[in-house]
């Protein structure tokens, strides 16, 4: 039904696939690993942050594992098709990038100790591949759900491009825009804490083995 050859670019909302109205799935209640609910309304006091990095297998497993972190879910985000299916988004014809969602308590973890696990997790100058994991549903974006979280994003790529230049690294690629007109639209549930289901599983995450020389206080 679909090509999976890897797209160059995105697509316009006009060649975008259609989708449809609602998900075709039911979300699993709890998180696999955490315990915790998936779906909001979430607790009061806590705090949300949308990140793509390449495969959201191994992304959700690089952030369920962070103090503080209530709960991860993986989904699609920053493209045009409502509610579209893994092979709609493989196809590259919705303009989604695979992303985690984290939600968590900023008492217990800052924004920018998340910010930081983001930039050291991956290489983020690959534009629409991780690794060996190419297309543009696998370009890295951050979307930001506050003012707070915009500048504390665009900071944090900042101070790491310094760094990444001094290496001898390219230009960061990834997407810094509010979250608000870029709806998360969760993945289907095998997708879920894959890897914990599956802990021999594949994932091409792959940082660039630098640090990221961010601050570490409270952007929310």
Same mark, same amino acid.
């Given at each position: 039904?679909?090509?999976?050859?890897?797209?160059?670019?995105?697509?316009?909302?006009?060649? %975008?696939?259609?989708?449809?109205?609602?998900?075709?799935? %039911?979300?699993?209640?709890?998180?696999?690993? &955490? #315990?915790?609910?998936? +779906? #909001?309304? *979430?607790?009061? @006091? &806590?705090?949300?942050?949308?990140?793509?990095?390449?495969?959201?297998?191994?992304?959700?497993?690089?952030?369920?594992?962070?103090? #503080?972190?209530?709960?991860?879910?993986?989904?699609?985000? @920053?493209?045009?098709?409502?509610?579209?299916?893994?092979?709609? =988004?493989?196809?590259?014809?919705?303009?989604?990038?695979?992303?985690?969602?984290?939600?968590?308590?900023?008492?217990? =973890?800052?924004?920018?100790? &998340?910010?930081?696990?983001?930039?050291?997790?991956?290489?983020?100058?690959?534009?629409?591949?991780?690794?060996?994991? =190419?297309?543009?549903?696998?370009?890295? +974006?951050?979307?930001?759900?506050?003012? %707070?979280?915009?500048?504390?994003?665009?900071?944090?790529?900042?101070?790491?491009?310094?760094?990444?230049?001094?290496?001898?690294?390219?230009? =960061?690629?990834?997407?810094?825009?509010?979250?608000?007109?870029?709806?998360?639209?969760?993945?289907?549930?095998?997708?879920?804490? *894959?890897?914990?289901?599956?802990?021999?599983? *594949?994932?091409?995450? @792959? @940082?660039?083995?630098?640090?990221?020389?961010? #601050?570490?206080?409270?952007?929310?």
């Amino acid at each position: 039904m679909f090509s999976y050859r890897p797209e160059s670019r995105l697509p316009t909302p006009e060649e %975008a696939l259609p989708g449809r109205p609602a998900p075709e799935f %039911a979300l699993p209640e709890r998180h696999t690993v &955490l #315990g915790n609910p998936l +779906a #909001g309304p *979430y607790p009061e @006091g &806590l705090a949300v942050a949308d990140f793509g990095l390449g495969c959201f297998w191994g992304a959700e497993r690089i952030f369920w594992q962070v103090p #503080g972190v209530w709960t991860t879910l993986v989904g699609y985000q @920053g493209g045009h098709t409502p509610h579209p299916t893994y092979e709609e =988004v493989c196809s590259g014809r919705t303009g989604h990038t695979e992303a985690v969602r984290v939600v968590f308590d900023p008492s217990a =973890v800052a924004y920018e100790s &998340l910010l930081r696990l983001f930039w050291e997790s991956h290489d983020p100058t690959q534009g629409f591949r991780q690794g060996n994991d =190419v297309g543009t549903q696998y370009r890295s +974006a951050i979307h930001t759900h506050s003012p %707070a979280q915009q500048r504390a994003a665009e900071s944090s790529r900042d101070a790491f491009q310094q760094v990444l230049t001094r290496a001898g690294h390219g230009a =960061v690629t990834t997407e810094i825009l509010p979250a608000e007109g870029r709806p998360f639209y969760p993945a289907e549930p095998y997708h879920q804490q *894959y890897l914990d289901k599956n802990p021999g599983g *594949y994932c091409g995450i @792959g @940082g660039t083995g630098l640090s990221c020389p961010i #601050g570490v206080a409270t952007a929310d």
